[in-house]
């Protein structure tokens, strides 16, 4: 009987390796939003060779102007969630599989890529995804239209409501004033 559990108990450890899964797909897709990002950086700076152009137009300047802002914001978003991406990997392999060596030994490791237990993971992604939430709140702002004084109020609602989630957060890990 003491074999038998012996046998369960290490194929239940073994188990944990399917986590491996999930760093590999979480891995690859962080690359691909690396590369989807870095691409669309590319391509926006080739596209604003015309910006300088002295017979261009203000209104086509000025809507030049916002759609090169609206992609720059729009690549940040790109990279943020690539870094989710990749936190997450790191933070599944050391929670589930092993410490990874390399980054408790170096002097250029962060500390945001050390993970040590399941609720570090998720404070650490919480923070990076309300970046994510905060790029897109400023990508709908920087393209919206005031009609009614109620639009700004309701805009300087949402920035107070996003500088209280930031001070919240920063509170929550003890970093708070």
Do not use: Q
Request: no cysteine; aromatic share 10%.
């Amino acid at each position: 009987m003491k074999s038998l559990e012996t046998l369960f108990e290490n194929f239940l450890w073994s188990s944990r390796l399917v986590v491996l899964t999930a760093v590999l797909s979480s891995l690859l897709a962080s690359l691909a939003m690396f590369y989807m990002a870095t691409v669309d950086a590319f391509y926006m700076v080739s596209h604003l060779s015309h910006y300088a152009d002295s017979a261009m137009d203000a209104t086509a300047r000025t809507a030049l102007h916002a759609e090169t802002v609206t992609h720059i914001v729009e690549i940040v978003d790109g990279y943020l969630l690539a870094t989710v991406l990749l936190i997450f990997a790191l933070g599944l392999y050391e929670l589930f599989i092993s410490e990874i060596d390399a980054a408790e030994g170096a002097e250029t490791s962060s500390s945001v890529l050390l993970i040590k237990s399941l609720d570090d993971l998720k404070a650490r992604l919480a923070k990076v995804i309300l970046m994510i939430l905060i790029v897109k709140f400023f990508e709908h702002t920087v393209s919206m239209h005031f009609e009614t004084p109620l639009d700004l109020l309701y805009m300087a609602g949402g920035i107070a409501l996003i500088g209280l989630a930031l001070y919240l957060s920063h509170a929550g890990d003890g970093k708070g004033h």
